[in-house]
């Protein structure tokens, strides 16, 4: 029994040991931290390209609903010390508000950096004090599972056709900040009573768009409010999905990338922006995530509406209205979609 | 009315054998305990008879009847025997009352004759006014009580008793025996008693079946298993003896008695003894000679036969124990209290009675 | 000497046990009734009449009753026939009935949607395809699929007290009741049952408190069809406000109700505690019940049991994760490694939450222990006044839902009182280690509570101080009431998911957080082979500590 106890305080020690110099040999990189909402795994398979082409930065990343990340940056905050390095959410209002944000001794949360990658970006999609700037661009459309309907929905007002009725899916707004931003948009043409006739329209909600995607595919909904880029990845990837691009126009969000001022390795965080609004960066993100480029010179994805014709097509947004009603909007989605 | 009888009867747990071939008859009204040490099966055999077990060969008979065999089986529940556990089996859950009341409210009696024979049999035992407190609330003794109790409402037709006061204190143990005798007394009832203890089963009972490995030893009244153990086991385990490896020199006529040479101590007596009439004996065949300490007196140097010196002593109150040595066999006597040596003092012993034992 | 050690011990054990427990917990009471930094009982006004908050408690309440039905009415008739019939397999069906511990519970209400969701399904599919329908008959996001899924969770308690107190129980009492003139089945009705009440109550009570306390199995069915409960609803309101503390006003007010509601079924279930002396010595055999032809039938229905609630979902997680998306069909082409090969190489998460959740469950269990120990050595073998005190503040945490916990520890430590744990892997540790205290404090007492006084007074005569008594006796005595408590900390903090969903930073993500969150995104398969992973790990875990355990306890004393 002694040897037994001995091999087990061995195992015990040597899984302590080789997790310890991991962490030690990882600490030879520079270290960055990333918070996003960017999907898992396209993320993961950006954060390797990006690791490949900068050997001596180590990204880390947290990937979670834009909804979540304001809580943890809030509370951060309040606790005097902000991990991340980075901030990639889908909302671009946030950003506006992360630049009054105080952390410690500091005030605002922001870094100023104008890449020079950013060069070819258009100013739609760049802050003009240049804290941050778009890095891609992801549209919320209407999908829908191409076995089950021959006849999908051509603009928002059709999906509130009672043939359609329980057969809606769309994503939690105080998860998702594209769905705020998509409902900011929406409730600007359309009034909130479009979100009450969802919910009598027996629309349900799921957190992530990556769930809308998934159920509309499996055939557990037919149609509903879903961002572009999934819908194409799982098309390519043989799920029965497809997407329009709503008549009365999508809803185009620039989803933006900013450093954090207290980040500890600046320099390793602007190689990280760097590569992202980069041809190379954006043609990655094409390639393993299925967005549209910011660069208005990067090819699409296939059968994707270029930049251009994407900026003419969409339903403008107000950022305005949507920084100053963020908390009215997500209450009101909560309060008509989510009681029960 | 309560006549049991056991033809044949074994019962063998996977491959041990807890019952092996046990025939026996209790007649109508008598006490007859089962009498041996753990493990020798008299719990077992109770238990076939009450029904709790099911024999794996052999015949159990009630007033002619017959309850168990390999082919059939009257469940417990139809028998009609009342039994009493060696920890009571009280249900913790009911009040003394309902205890002793629930085997007539199987038999759907009415609830005032329920009262009425609950309290009555109630008194009996000596437990009036208790019917409404809890088994917690009672001493062991108390508990006893209720649990005979509950087996004589049914009016059995025989008491069966396993090991019913090996959990109660020596003073208590007296008190209670004589209770049970009493109600048996009383009642007249068939009673089957099963105990390791060999001094309750002689005070209780009218026949006392000796078992050892699951077979009968010997059946027998008290006098007879003492004064007359068919064996060394019986001998052994009733009473005290000293067992000693001798000869049969002579053989007396008809073959009840005569004289043995102590192995290994040819310069010695012979000694006088008595043969059982359930041993076969040959001349100069080898044995072993029981003898109780009680039945060996001390005297002087040279009024006995064997000359000894005492080597150990031990007062205990009405008797003194004496230890000597005869060669390396060490003998036990007991003498009364007026008998008093020292230790080193040489004596002689005298035999009075001895028993001759073959293997 | 002895005395004043023994007083230092005890002054210092009920410090810890205040800033850990009682501190966090008065903290959130008191809290509950502010608002805006007057005291007013509008948090709870709002609470009964808004029916965002009446609702998830009146759910709470629906789920926790009818959940202790089913799970009770499953647990003692498998009880029952475990122990008191001759049905075949005995030892294969006591594992396999146990497995559910294995599975952690948010992983199993992930594998019931997959098996029951209404239009994909599989058990459903199977449906639609015989009776060619467009929707299967089940629909597991619904209250009854809350209830489906925590009763199948939750019946080994009943199953695990029910079968103990059958066979422990004192054969004779039946007998004597066979002898009286029951028949079998009066036997049961008047003796069995009766003595079994104890043991059946205290498994409801387990059911009961579990069932309203846990967090994921309502979560993963509940939300898309906007069936919150008192758990659920308290992570919303966390989650809605943005502002960080302005959601935890409603969330204590909440929690409070949610502590109350444990507390009450706590009292009511010691009301009815009659507790009977039907424990025997002997090692006889209650008598067994011989089913005859009727086995055949029973086993078959317990095999048809056994198949829907162990394997199917068990499978459904496993042939989910080899699929490449979500509801295309089981065919070999649409199976792939992919999403295993992601979970061990790519997801950079699944060594992080390994690590930290070995290294979370392990500490939790060892200063359990340790402080366990301590506490429970001056409950139950010192005299010191006060030491009820320590009794009722380790206690109290055991009844109290995970979830209040977390609040409460969020309330605590996060920066007001100078200390801030927020996010940091200390507060989930002190979480964990004030949540399951009691575990530990429970098995030493008990066997503490074996050691008779004769045994440490025999060594301190013979010459050993104090402490080298309590090292050389007490320790290797109750060896293995230690082991045991050490087990019963580490194998459910492994996978806990209840507390760490609302305490869990970026580095400090734990399994069940990273298996919930990957959920939540959407990602289902890539979960599911995190979730074939982890069940998997646990499974081999649960092996191998059994064998160390079972060669340290024959080889102690």
């Known amino acids: ?340 | 009315m309560g006549n049991i009888v056991l033809k044949g009867l074994s019962k063998k747990f996977g491959n041990v054998i807890a019952v092996n071939n046990v025939n026996t008859e209790i007649k109508d009204g008598e006490i007859v305990s089962f009498l041996g040490p753990s493990g020798c099966g008299k719990t077992t055999t109770l238990r076939i008879i009450a029904g709790l077990e099911r024999p794996t060969d052999g015949k159990v008979y009630i007033d002619d009847k017959l309850v168990s065999s390999k082919e059939c089986f009257i469940p417990p529940e139809k028998r009609n025997l009342g039994m009493v556990f060696q920890n009571y089996a009280i249900w913790p859950h009911m009040t003394v009352f309902h205890n002793v009341a629930y085997p007539l409210k199987l038999k759907k009696v009415s609830k005032r004759e329920i009262k009425d024979k609950v309290i009555r049999i109630l008194e009996m035992v000596g437990m009036k006014g208790f019917e409404e407190r809890y088994p917690e609330q009672l001493s062991g003794g108390q508990q006893q009580r209720v649990a005979l109790a509950r087996a004589m409402i049914m009016n059995p037709i025989a008491m069966l008793f396993d090991e019913p006061l090996s959990n109660l204190d020596a003073k208590l143990r007296e008190r209670m025996r004589f209770e049970i005798m009493d109600l048996h007394k009383k009642t007249g009832i068939t009673v089957i008693y099963v105990t390791h203890d060999q001094a309750e089963a002689m005070v209780l009972s009218d026949q006392i079946v000796v078992m050892n490995q699951g077979s009968i030893q010997q059946i027998g009244t008290a006098i007879q298993i003492y004064c007359e153990p068919v064996n060394k086991f019986v001998a052994d385990f009733i009473g005290i003896a000293n067992f000693i490896e001798c000869k049969l020199v002579e053989l007396g006529k008809d073959n009840h008695s005569g004289k043995v040479q102590i192995l290994g101590e040819s310069g010695k007596n012979p000694i006088e003894c008595l043969i059982p009439l359930s041993q076969k004996v040959t001349l100069d065949q080898e044995g072993t000679i029981f003898i109780r300490p009680e039945d060996i007196t001390l005297l002087p140097i040279d009024k006995g036969e064997h000359v000894v010196q005492i080597e150990r002593k031990a007062f205990l109150g009405s008797i003194i124990d004496y230890r000597i040595k005869v060669g390396k066999k060490e003998w036990r006597i007991e003498t009364n209290p007026g008998v008093n040596l020292d230790v080193g003092e040489k004596v002689s012993l005298h035999v009075k009675k001895a028993v001759f034992l073959t293997k | 000497m002895k005395i004043n050690i023994q007083r230092i011990i005890f002054i210092l054990a009920i410090g810890i046990m205040i800033i850990l427990i009682a501190f966090p917990l008065a903290l959130l009471f008191y809290k509950s009734f502010l608002k805006e930094n007057t005291l007013s009982l509008v948090n709870y006004i709002d609470v009964f009449s808004e029916k965002n908050n009446y609702l998830p408690f009146l759910n709470t309440l629906k789920i926790g009753a009818l959940t202790v039905i089913f799970a009770t009415a499953i647990g003692v008739i498998l009880a029952w026939l475990v122990a008191r019939t001759d049905i075949p397999f005995k030892g294969f069906l006591d594992t396999l009935l146990l497995v559910p511990y294995m599975i952690p519970p948010f992983i199993g209400a992930i594998a019931w949607t997959q098996l029951l969701s209404p239009r994909v399904g599989y058990i459903n599919k199977i449906f639609m395809k015989i009776f060619d329908t467009s929707q299967g008959p089940f629909n597991i996001y619904s209250l009854m699929g809350i209830i489906w899924v925590m009763a199948l969770y939750n019946y080994p308690f009943v199953f695990i007290t029910v079968r103990g107190a059958l066979e422990r129980m004192d054969p004779s009492l039946e007998e004597a009741a066979r002898i009286s003139g029951a028949g079998r089945f009066e036997v049961m009705k008047d003796i069995t049952l009766p003595l079994v009440v104890p043991a059946i109550v205290s498994g409801m009570l387990l059911v009961f408190v579990f069932t309203i306390a846990n967090f994921g199995i309502p979560a993963i069915i509940g939300m898309r069809s906007r069936i919150y409960v008192l758990t659920t609803q308290i992570y919303r309101y966390l989650r809605m406000y943005t502002g960080g503390f302005a959601g935890v006003r409603l969330a204590a007010a909440l929690s409070t109700l949610l502590m109350c509601v444990a507390g009450m079924a706590v009292f009511a279930s010691n009301l009815s505690k009659k507790k009977y002396a039907i424990i025997v010595g002997k090692s006889v055999r209650p008598g067994i019940i011989e089913l005859g032809n009727w086995k055949y039938l029973i086993l078959a229905i317990l095999s048809v049991f056994i198949l829907i609630t162990l394997i199917a979902p068990l499978a459904s997680i496993f042939i989910t994760s080899f699929l490449k998306a979500w509801g295309i069909p089981v065919k070999l082409e649409n199976l792939s490694l992919k999403n295993y090969s992601y979970i061990l190489f790519g997801y950079d998460y699944t060594k992080i939450a390994i690590k930290n959740s070995f290294l979370l469950a392990f500490s939790a269990a060892i200063i359990t222990t340790i402080i366990g120990s301590i506490i429970a050595y001056i409950s139950v073998k010192t005299e010191i006044k006060g030491r009820k005190i320590l009794d009722f503040l380790t206690t109290l945490p055991y009844s109290i839902p995970g979830t209040v916990v977390a609040i409460a520890m969020i309330l605590a430590w996060s920066g007001q009182f100078g200390v801030k744990l927020y996010y940091t892997f200390w507060i989930i540790l002190v979480a964990y280690i004030a949540r399951y205290m009691f575990f530990a404090f429970r098995n030493v007492s008990a066997s503490l509570e074996q050691i008779h006084s004769s045994l440490e007074e025999a060594a301190r005569v013979s010459g050993a101080t104090w402490l080298q008594n309590f090292r050389d006796i007490v320790i290797p005595l109750i060896r293995p009431g230690l082991v045991a408590s050490f087990l019963l900390v580490f194998m459910p903090t492994l996978r806990e998911l209840t507390i760490s969903i609302l305490l869990v930073g970026p580095r400090t993500i734990t399994i069940g957080t990273a298996v919930y969150n990957l959920q939540e995104e959407g990602l289902y398969q890539i979960t599911a082979a995190l979730s074939g992973l982890i069940i998997v790990i646990l499974f081999i875990g649960n092996y191998l500590v059994r064998k160390v355990i079972n060669i340290k306890t024959t080889n102690s004393i």
């Open chain 1, 1 to 340: 029994m002694k040897v037994k106890r001995l091999f087990v305080m061995g195992l015990v020690v040597m899984f302590l040991l080789v997790s310890f110099t991991q962490s030690l040999f990882a600490q030879q990189k520079e270290k960055i931290l990333l918070y996003t909402s960017v999907p898992t795994n396209i993320m993961s398979a950006i954060e390797e390209e990006f690791e490949k082409e900068n050997p001596d930065v180590d990204l880390e990343f947290v990937r979670a609903g834009t909804g979540q990340i304001k809580t943890r940056i809030t509370t951060e905050c309040e606790t005097g010390r902000v991990e991340a390095d980075l901030i990639w959410v889908a909302e671009f209002s946030y950003y506006e508000d992360l630049k009054e944000l105080t952390v410690g001794d500091t005030k605002g949360l922001l870094l100023r950096y104008e890449s020079p990658k950013a060069e070819g970006i258009p100013t739609s999609l760049k802050d003009p004090e240049g804290y941050y700037c778009g890095a891609r661009m992801i549209n919320e459309v209407i999908a829908y599972n191409t076995n089950l309907v021959s006849d999908p929905p051509r603009t928002w007002k059709d999906l509130l056709n009672p043939k359609w009725k329980d057969q809606i899916v769309l994503a939690d707004v105080s998860y998702s900040g594209a769905a705020l931003v998509a409902m900011g948009a929406l409730t600007e043409k359309y009034g909130i009573e479009y979100y009450q006739k969802l919910r009598e329209n027996g629309a349900v909600v799921l957190e992530a768009h990556g769930g809308v995607t998934q159920s509309i595919a499996a055939g557990e909904y037919k149609v509903g409010m879903n961002l572009d880029y999934m819908i194409r990845q799982q098309k390519e990837a043989g799920s029965p999905i497809n997407l329009i691009y709503p008549e009365d126009g999508a809803i185009a969000i620039p989803s933006p990338i900013a450093i954090v001022a207290t980040t500890k390795n600046p320099d390793a965080a602007k190689k990280f922006v760097d590569y992202i609004l980069s041809v190379n960066g954006q043609l990655a993100q094409v390639k393993l995530g299925s967005t549209i480029p910011v660069r208005p010179e990067i090819v699409p994805p296939l059968g994707a509406p270029s930049l251009n014709q994407l900026l003419e097509k969409s339903l403008p947004v107000d950022y305005e209205y949507i920084r100053n009603n963020a908390g009215n909007l997500t209450s009101q989605f909560t309060e008509i979609l989510l009681a029960p």
